[in-house]
Structure formats: structure tokens, C-alpha cells
């Protein structure tokens, strides 16, 4: 069964500082990962998504990685601001594509200004 | 970019009571849709996959008479709590991907925050 656990489970940041997010996963026969944002009673915001062929994907200050063989991806945040305080949450999608996600419980991120 | 809605946001119901909440996929047809739990400081737990026009398919532990779900068409799909009780009080997301998309990026609805009195 599928496991996957976000380390750390808070973080507390000055703004500017650069921060990473670790993401691991039980068994390394994904399909995908995803990395998600929710902000406090909302849904969720897609940030990334990394293919189990590749191995990182960037979008603007965002950087994930993925290590599949290992079980474990980041993110990594560059130059925080206090915009960037939610929860992030990485889910792996099981071995066939379309099926649901698996989720991780997140890390609550507070930047302060 | 793709947009899919919840309804109700948030609901406030007696125990005992049977609760509606529906997910529709806005821009896109969506022949599957995921209905999901979150409890509070927990991760996002899949409850069932909606299947437009079929039987629902449920995670185990999941109980399929409480847990009602119809997918009659590809651009909605409704969860029926029946005689909800305290316990089912939490947060429940629907998210989708649109049928054909070459893209594996799953659209997540806000959610409905249900408390059970």
C-alpha cells in the first residue's frame, strides 16, 4: 500500500529566506507526483507535476525534484514572501494514468514578513 | 484554465439529517471524477471514484449506502451524505481531469466544509 509522508509537518521562515519541502513515497512504481498548495477552508492549487521519466520541474521561484528510485521528491522555494504561507502537499498517482491521487499530510508553511 | 465548482461551500446540518453536495466541471467533460476527505490536520483521503453513467467505485472503509454518489452526466457528480452523524463532519473535495486531455493535472473544486450537529 501506498505511503506517503511530508517531512517537516510545519516551518516557520523569515521572508527572503530559501526553503525546501521533502516529499517521500513507500513504493516507487508512480506514475506521477504532484505538488499542491491549499490556503486555510480552500481547495487545492496545482504547482507542479513531474512525470515518473523526469526529474525535476520548475516553475517560476518553484523547484521540484523527483528521485523515484529512492522515493522522494522536493520542493524547493526560493526568496519566500509571506504569500507563500499554506499548506503544500505532494501526491504521488498510482502506476496507471487517470487514476486518483495519494496524498501526503502536508507541511504548513508560515513566512513572516 | 479549467474550473470546477462545489456546492454547497460550507453546511451546517442536524445528525440524523442527509446532506448534498455537488461538483461540476465547468470548462470540460469529465468522465471520472474523485471525491476526497480531509480531516483536520490530516492528508486528503480518497473516499470513491464517480464514473459517468456506472456504479461508483469506493476506497475500502468507505461505506457505499452512507456515502451516495451519481454521476448522470459528464459535467456533474453529486455525493449524498445520508444520516450524517458527527463523526462525518469534515472536508470534502471533488477533483477531475478533463476526459481526452493529454495532460495528467487533476482540477480540484473548493471544497464543502460539512459540520454534523
Known amino acids: 500500500k501506498q505511503e506517503v509522508t511530508q517531512i517537516p509537518a510545519a516551518l516557520s521562515v523569515p521572508e527572503g529566506e530559501n526553503l525546501v519541502l521533502n516529499c517521500s513515497f513507500t513504493?516507487?512504481?508512480?506514475?506521477?507526483l504532484q505538488w499542491f498548495r491549499q490556503d486555510p477552508g480552500k481547495g487545492l492549487t496545482s504547482l507542479l507535476l513531474i512525470q515518473s521519466s523526469q526529474r525535476e520541474q520548475t516553475s517560476g521561484r518553484l523547484n521540484a525534484s523527483l528521485d523515484k528510485s529512492s522515493g522522494r521528491s522536493t520542493l524547493y522555494i526560493a526568496a519566500s514572501q509571506p504569500g507563500d504561507s499554506a499548506t503544500y502537499l505532494c501526491?504521488?498517482?498510482?502506476?496507471?494514468?487517470?487514476?486518483?491521487?495519494?496524498f501526503g499530510k502536508g507541511t504548513t508553511l508560515s513566512v513572516s514578513s | 484554465g479549467a474550473v470546477v465548482s462545489q456546492h454547497p461551500s460550507r453546511v451546517i446540518c442536524k445528525s440524523g439529517t442527509s446532506v448534498k453536495i455537488e461538483c461540476r466541471s465547468l470548462?470540460?467533460?469529465?468522465?471520472?471524477m474523485f471525491w476526497y476527505r480531509q480531516f483536520p490536520k490530516q492528508s486528503l483521503m480518497l473516499m470513491a471514484t464517480?464514473?459517468?453513467?456506472?456504479?461508483?467505485?469506493?476506497e475500502q472503509g468507505v461505506e457505499k449506502d452512507k456515502f451516495l454518489i451519481n454521476h448522470a452526466s459528464l459535467t456533474l457528480s453529486t455525493l449524498t451524505v445520508t444520516s450524517a452523524h458527527p463523526e462525518d463532519s469534515s472536508f470534502y473535495i471533488c477533483?477531475?481531469?478533463?476526459?481526452?486531455?493529454?495532460?495528467?493535472?487533476?482540477?480540484f473544486g473548493p471544497g464543502t466544509r460539512l459540520t454534523v450537529l
Open positions: 513504493d516507487s512504481a508512480i506514475y506521477n
Open positions: 501526491a504521488v498517482r498510482r502506476s496507471q494514468a487517470g487514476t486518483a491521487l495519494i
Open positions: 470548462d470540460f467533460q469529465a468522465t471520472t
Open positions: 477533483s477531475t481531469r478533463p476526459s481526452g486531455s493529454f495532460t495528467d493535472t487533476q482540477y
Open positions: 464517480s464514473n459517468e453513467g456506472s456504479k461508483a467505485t469506493y
